[in-house]
């Protein structure tokens, strides 16, 4: 199946409870664009790296600025990448080639930014999407 894969991580954070509160935030994030939270290759989530996919590239920028920005008024350092590719996506899992090229991709992005992949600048080329280079 095509879809925008996110993936989104806190960085190291001092305060007590940061993790769960990112992780919370984020979800309430995906939830508000239409996303999917899930996990990968059946192990559960866990630290500070969040899945999700989405139906479309716009929805899934749109998400990725949001959780980013919040983490940068909260006083947190996150990042995050995002894919569009092939995956194998089951009810509660996310598998296959797309889901490594996003872990990629994240793992390019600077502190405080997202990276977008070319197969999703593409896909979201022609939406109200504004996308930059650093």
Same mark, same amino acid.
């Given at each position: +199946?095509? $879809?925008?894969? +996110?993936?989104? /991580?806190?960085?190291?954070?001092?305060?007590? *409870?940061?993790?769960?509160?990112? =992780?919370?935030?984020?979800?309430? &994030?995906?939830?508000?664009?239409?996303?999917?939270? !899930?996990?990968?290759?059946?192990?559960? &989530?866990?630290?500070?790296?969040?899945?999700?996919?989405?139906?479309?590239?716009?929805?899934? $920028?749109?998400? $990725?600025?949001?959780?980013?920005? /919040? @983490?940068? =008024?909260?006083?947190? $350092?996150?990042?995050?990448? !995002?894919?569009?590719?092939?995956?194998?996506?089951?009810?509660?899992?996310?598998? *296959?080639?797309?889901?490594?090229?996003?872990?990629?991709?994240?793992?390019?992005?600077?502190?405080?930014?997202?990276?977008? @992949?070319?197969?999703?600048?593409? =896909?979201?080329?022609?939406?109200?999407?504004?996308?930059? @280079?650093?």
């Amino acid at each position: +199946m095509l $879809v925008t894969v +996110m993936v989104a /991580a806190l960085g190291p954070s001092r305060r007590n *409870g940061a993790i769960g509160e990112f =992780r919370e935030s984020a979800r309430a &994030e995906i939830l508000r664009f239409r996303g999917r939270t !899930l996990s990968e290759g059946g192990l559960s &989530e866990a630290g500070s790296t969040i899945l999700a996919t989405f139906d479309g590239p716009a929805r899934a $920028v749109r998400c $990725v600025s949001a959780i980013v920005e /919040a @983490s940068r =008024r909260r006083g947190w $350092v996150a990042k995050a990448g !995002l894919h569009t590719g092939e995956c194998d996506v089951h009810p509660e899992v996310l598998t *296959g080639p797309g889901l490594d090229v996003a872990r990629r991709v994240a793992a390019e992005a600077r502190p405080l930014f997202a990276v977008v @992949s070319p197969a999703t600048a593409v =896909r979201a080329a022609g939406t109200v999407v504004r996308l930059t @280079s650093p």
